[in-house]
Each structure stands twice: as C-alpha cells, then as structure tokens.
C-alpha cells in the first residue's frame, strides 16, 4: 500500500528569474517587545496597499523589505502602534532565482509563488474569496441544507516538496451560507444580535466576507457615499462600479431597503445593501451544527477532489514568460510508521504492540488493551497516591432531583477506575440555582455565596453549571471564572462540567411509594461514557493522577512544552520517559511573545526543581513549542541551559532542539493511503495508520498521531513540526512527538491528535487564561441571557 501526499511538485521553475528592491527598515527596536509582530504588520500592510508579495528578508543583524520590481515605490514611512517604521531605500537588487539550492531565500521564493498561484484564481469567474489569503470558494453551491447552503471550496499553500524543489499543497474547505439574505427590513434589534457574525455579501460579481457591525440610519437609495465631490446613494455607487451590464441583484435593488454597516481591515467603516448579504453559520453555532457531519470529508472524497482541484486550475502556471507546471500526481512518503510506544501501568504492568499478525489489528488491539488494563486490578493507573480532599458543587435543581444518583454513580466509577485512592466521596456544597438567572452573572454570583459560606480547606473540586448561551467558538465565561475563582480565593484546583447529560440520561420513576431516579434505558451507553470521562479527565486528571506513561525512553532526556495565551503562559516538563510530568501556568504581560529573561527564568527554575526527582542531570534537552517560538524565547532557551549547566543541573555538554509544533495550517498536509480497489477497478482510498510520516527538508516534518485503526469522522489531519534550532533529527524529533502522542488519558482506547507536552499546556490555558469580564460579576444585570429551564 502507497502512501500518497496532497504536496504536487512544480516543475519548469529554472528559467524563473524574480528582481527584488531591498528597503531597510530602520525606527524599530530588535529588543523591543513588538518588534516582529510591527515586521508582520508591515507585511500585510504592504502587501495589500500594493497588491504585491511583499515579505522580509534577515541579513546581518538588519531586516529588509523586500519589493519585486515592476510594483512601484512602497512608501517611506509606515505608522504602527507606538512607533514609525522607515523605509530606506538601499539601491540594491536581489536577483533571485528558482533552481537555487540556497534554502534561506526559500521563503521568499515561496511568497512569490504564492501570490502567483492564487492571482489567477482570485479572477476566475467560478470561484470567490472571503477574504485575502484565505480558501476559494466555487459560487455555485453544491447542494441546499435546508436554510443553508453548502459550498465547496479549496486552499493552497506552496511548501518545500519532500523530491525536492518547491511543490504547493492543495486541501479541501467547506462553508455553510444562509440560502436567503438579510431582510430589507431588518430592525436594529436584530442586527444588533448579530453584531460580530460573518456573512457573504455578493457584490455582483464580486464576493466577500464581511463582519457586521450595525446597521445604518440611511436607506439603500439615500445619499451616503463621496463620489467626486458629491454624495451619491448606496446604490447609485454599486451600478457606477459594477461592469455592464449590472448583475441582475444589483439592478433589481429596491432604495427603500436596509443598510448594514461593516469594518474593512482600517478604520474605515463602509456599508452594504441588506438584500445582498448572506450569514454564515459556524458549525460550533446551534444552526450550523445540525448541518455539520455534511462538512466532514472523508479520504476517498477528499483525494478525488483535491486532485479535481490540481486539473481544473493548476496544470499550467504563467509566471511572467514563463509557463511552469503543476505534477498531476502527488507526492509520496517514503519508510514504515513510527513505531508504537511501550507503555507503564501501575504495578509495573507494560503495554506493547504485538508484533505478529496484520499491524493495524495489532493496533486496534493495542488501544483496548490500553484500556482495559485501567480496569484492570492488577495494573491500574500508574500513579496510585491516595486522593486529597475532595469538593462536589452542583445547583439546587439537581441536587433536588438526579443529583444523588448521579453522585452514587460517580462514587462507583472511580472505586472502579481508581481504588488505590480511597473511596471518592466529596465534600458537597449545593448554590441556589432557583432563585436567579441561569447566564454567566447569575451562576457566578450564586456559586460565589455558597462558596463563601462553605469552611473551605485546599483541594481539588468539581462543579457542574448550566451551560449559558455563547457565540460559537467563545469562551465559556462561566467556566473560566470558576477555575480561576476557585484557585485564587480558595486554592482549589477545579474542573467544570454541564448539566445536559445530567439532565437528559436520567429519569424520575414511581417506586414504593416514592420518587427515584435512574439512568434512562436509551441513554444508559451515553451515560455510562460520560461518568467515566468525568472520572477521568475532569477528577482524576485534575488530580494530577496519570493512567499511564511511558516505558519506551525518548529520545530527549527532558521535553519542555510551552504556550502561550491572554498573557499566561504554561509550561509542561517530562523527563525519565514520561515517569515524571509537571505542568504549571504563570501570569505573563506578553500576549504571546514571551522575552529572552523571562523564558530563562521560567524554564531554569522548572527544571532547578525537578533535578531531584532525575536519574541523572539532562543532556539532551528539547523544547516544544505550541505556535511560533520567536527568536527572543529561543535566546532565552540557550540561557538557561547556560546558567543551569555552570550550576551543574545539567550536563556540561547539553544539547537543545527547538521545535515548533503547529495545530494548524492554512492548507494542511494529508496522507492518505491509497491501493487498487478489492474488487474490479479504481482506487481505496483510506486514512493513514498512525505514525505515518513524511520529512520536509532537514528541519520539517509531518506526523500522523490520528488515523487508522482507531475511528475518527473524516481524515486525518498531521501534525507540522519544524526544528528552528538545534541538531536533534527531524526523525527522532518526530518519533518523540508521536511517542507523547500516544499517552491517551483522555480517551485510552482511541487516539490524541496533540503530545502530552502541548495537551497539558492546552488544558491548563483552555479556562485559566481566558478573558473573564469579573466587572461583570460584580456589578452587572443578571436578569437577561436565560438559558429556557
């Protein structure tokens, strides 16, 4: 079986020749703490003023604009948030070639490829954009969902080829759009409600997405906009722009319809007929979610498309006189998967792959045994201390009702999953949840009281709360407050959970003359899945009590994963294979960015306490950054092991590797494995086996950590994992990623897309460092935003 890439090579690149204008950029401090956010601001500032592929170029200390020729002047001076940046022009040319092995220059060639790649498309009449440098929509949607419509699109991005030489990846995008447009009526009260949600307003023949921001005062045909010294209506502006003849939506636009008002990327404020804008639906929101299993694409569909994609726009490529071409077929990896880890239990149990038979059943079987052995007496978990004190807060309606059951079900799936622990049995606290509103300030407030009231001791708690009503892909302000809450004023360690479950899995029956509650027959499954991942991810784990770690050693003697968010940031240590892992968060005033002192000071004290606790003092030492590590957190990096080596905490000759590990990408790298069909003609098309991976040059890699056999809607959706400093290979950088990968706590049978290293980085940023608005605690209304009872 092949295991084929969505990566096509580009060929006919050598008689490409690109002249770039080098400008200094001179005005900003290199220490200063936005010094390379201002370099990316500049970026997308001058690529947009300029329609150009503008990027930036190091040498010697200084960073360069670089302008490809032909574009014009870039202006000399840009204003930024507290500083000036200046253009100064140098004289110099960069004559840039594509059949260099100078990989350094490589991005820029990339930029320039990009911006050439997609130019045709953004004037292809079948196809629309959201926005610049997003995916390419086909304007014909490709079925109706009910209210929705269902649109396919695609997104491109041109990276180094494994073969070599540059190729551009091609991956599939799916978008849900209202099938009707906003009313010529709509009221403020309305808009006002969808204030900060996307739609698509179909200008004519141009397509984009804006962000609604109001609605305005002016009608359709009132004059509202400057037009060569005077103010024409909305209208008249749309027929004077549009080609002739106009689009029949333009032409048959009333002057009595509605306005909305959105933002472009400056401060201007623009505004857009009503009749032409469509909302889109995010499938975390309550409307797209209903249609979101028709946006999940499996890899047979998935492979067809994206090669549907590479023949109907990619085949030829002109770049000024030159033709180049886009390989019909993509590129393949080359090696068996990484090898599964072994894994420790309690009691000195160990868990690995068996070597006979088909691999995949191998690892199927892997994954149950994984489980089992948690219920398994004479393993268990692998850390097995006793547990600390314990609190349960619930609201009064469920403690009135479902909530004893509940609790008596909780109590007998932990003395099931974890009886080293001693019987669970938490400290209850119950807040009035019938005599407010069931939103954000309401709970807050309520949960407050009670836990004031409460004589309350250091521990670790759970607490069950309403789900309050949200945008899609907010935060859950509630729960965010209650961790932090619960942490600050009484150092509890508290982890949130809903009353859905709670409230749809049980049911009241008649019995001996009472009421009692039991778990639905149709919901026992669901029910059953649920206690036990409360009991796990949201007790156990909580807790700090690991189910399993790992035997196999990695190749690193110590991995220190960080991330960074809301100006907090986390760090994760594993050392002696996984035996040992600490997390902690700490306030940071750095955004994302953190400086050079402060990443030595945090990682040199994490790693001053745990020398303790290892076999021997670290040599190989590598870090796992979530996102980007920038060049003053990898200063920082090498200051420590400095300091830490002269103080003999590590070994003198200690070796760092920095690697970034990114969630995402504007188009990501698949694999998918392909064969001939069983029967008769045609290809099987499935997602990778676990492990699979694939080397990108020297420094950039793919891992696979979800995939066959372990089920998954869709396709599997590789790691990109790139070494910006130090030696360590790409391949025992990727093995060690995929290795972490493999401690599953949350869900032992399956598989975990993220390393441990980045999860509990994740887990502790998810509520602690999200934004609360405590003001609103204090003092705001809790009588509005009520979730229906």
Request: aromatic share 8%; charged share 25%; proline share 5%.
């Amino acid at each position: 079986m092949s295991t084929e890439t969505n990566c096509f090579k580009i060929t006919g690149l050598e008689d490409l020749r690109i002249n770039y204008r080098l400008f200094q950029i001179v005005g900003l401090r290199r220490d200063g703490m936005d010094y390379y956010g201002n370099i990316q601001k500049i970026i997308r500032r001058l690529s947009f003023q300029m329609k150009a592929p503008v990027t930036t170029y190091e040498r010697g200390g200084e960073t360069f604009v670089l302008v490809p020729q032909d574009y014009g002047d870039p202006p000399n001076q840009i204003m930024l948030v507290g500083a000036v940046a200046t253009l100064r022009e140098t004289n110099e040319i960069l004559d840039l070639s594509f059949d260099s092995n100078s990989s350094e220059l490589d991005p820029v060639r990339m930029r320039f490829l990009q911006f050439s790649v997609q130019d045709p498309l953004f004037r292809d009449a079948r196809l629309w954009q959201p926005g610049a440098g997003k995916p390419f929509f086909f304007k014909k949607p490709e079925k109706a969902l009910g209210d929705l419509e269902l649109f396919e699109g695609f997104t491109l991005r041109v990276v180094p080829h494994q073969e070599g030489g540059l190729g551009v990846i091609v991956d599939l995008r799916r978008k849900l759009v209202a099938h009707s447009s906003f009313s010529t009526s709509i009221t403020r009260e309305e808009i006002n409600k969808l204030k900060g949600r996307s739609c698509v307003y179909k200008m004519g023949d141009n397509w984009y997405e804006i962000s609604v921001s109001g609605l305005s005062d002016l009608k359709v045909g009132d004059p509202s906009i400057p037009l060569e010294g005077r103010a024409i209506s909305l209208v008249d502006y749309l027929h004077t722009k549009s080609a002739k003849p106009v689009p029949p939506s333009i032409a048959m636009l009333s002057p009595d319809g509605a306005a909305i008002y959105y933002r472009t990327n400056g401060p201007e404020q623009r505004s857009a007929p009503a009749a032409l804008c469509y909302l889109v639906e995010d499938t975390h929101g309550a409307a797209g979610a209903r249609s979101q299993p028709h946006t999940i694409i499996d890899p047979p569909d998935r492979h067809r498309q994206i090669n549907r994609v590479v023949r109907m726009f990619l085949g030829s490529l002109k770049i000024g006189r030159v033709e180049a071409k886009v390989a019909e077929r993509a590129g393949h990896t080359k090696g068996q998967p990484l090898s599964v880890p072994t894994l420790l239990f309690g009691n000195h149990k160990t868990l690995a792959p068996k070597k006979d038979g088909n691999y995949a059943d191998s690892l199927r079987d892997y994954g149950r045994r994984r489980l089992r052995l948690l219920d398994d007496s004479g393993a268990g978990f692998f850390e097995q201390s006793p547990l600390v004190r314990q609190y349960l807060v619930i609201p009064k309606s469920i403690h009135n009702s479902c909530g004893s059951q509940f609790l008596l079900d909780l109590k007998a799936q932990m003395k099931s999953l974890y009886p080293s622990g001693g019987a669970y049995d938490p400290e209850l606290i119950v807040y009035d949840d019938l005599n407010g509103s069931w939103n954000f300030v309401g709970q807050s407030r309520a949960i407050r009281t009670a836990m004031d009231a409460a004589n309350l001791q250091p521990g670790f708690g759970l607490v069950m709360v309403h789900r309050s009503e949200r945008r899609a892909r907010s935060a859950d302000q509630l729960a965010a407050w209650t961790v932090k809450e619960f942490n600050q004023k009484f150092q509890i360690a508290a982890a949130v959970i809903h009353t859905d479950m709670v409230k749809r899995g049980y049911v009241a029956q008649r019995r001996d003359g009472g009421t009692c509650y039991t778990i639905k027959d149709t919901e026992e499954r669901r029910v059953r899945g649920y206690i036990r991942n409360v009991a796990i991810n949201k007790i156990l784990l909580t807790n700090g009590k690991w189910p399993f770690v790992l035997e196999t050693q990695l190749n690193a003697d110590v991995v220190i994963g960080i991330d960074v968010k809301n100006s907090t940031a986390a760090f994760t240590l594993i050392a002696d294979g996984g035996r040992i892992i600490r997390f902690s968060t700490s306030p940071s005033r750095q955004k994302e960015q953190l400086l050079k002192n402060q990443v030595a000071q945090y990682v040199a004290d994490l790693l001053r306490k745990e020398r303790k606790n290892l076999e021997a003092a670290p040599r190989e030492i590598v870090i796992h950054r979530d996102g980007r590590a920038w060049p003053s957190e990898i200063e920082g990096f090498r200051e420590a092991c400095k300091l830490l080596a002269q103080e003999g905490f590590i070994a003198n000759d200690w070796r760092l590797s920095v690697v970034e590990i990114s969630k995402s990408a504007p188009a990501p790298m698949r694999m998918f494995n392909v064969n001939s069909a069983r029967e008769g003609n045609g290809m099987l098309v499935e997602n990778p086996i676990v492990g699979s991976w694939v080397n990108i040059g020297e420094n950039e890699g793919f891992v696979c950590t979800t995939g066959r056999p372990f089920a998954m809607p869709g396709t599997a959706n590789p790691l990109h994992i790139k070494r910006v400093d130090g030696a360590m290979s790409m391949e025992k950088c990727l093995q060690d990623v995929f290795d972490l990968s493999c401690l599953t706590w949350g869900r032992p049978e399956g598989s975990m897309r993220l390393p441990i290293s980045i999860k509990l980085c994740d887990r502790s940023l998810y509520d602690e460092a999200e934004d609360v608005n405590e003001d609103e605690v204090e003092f705001g209304n809790d009588n509005f935003a009520e979730v229906a009872r």
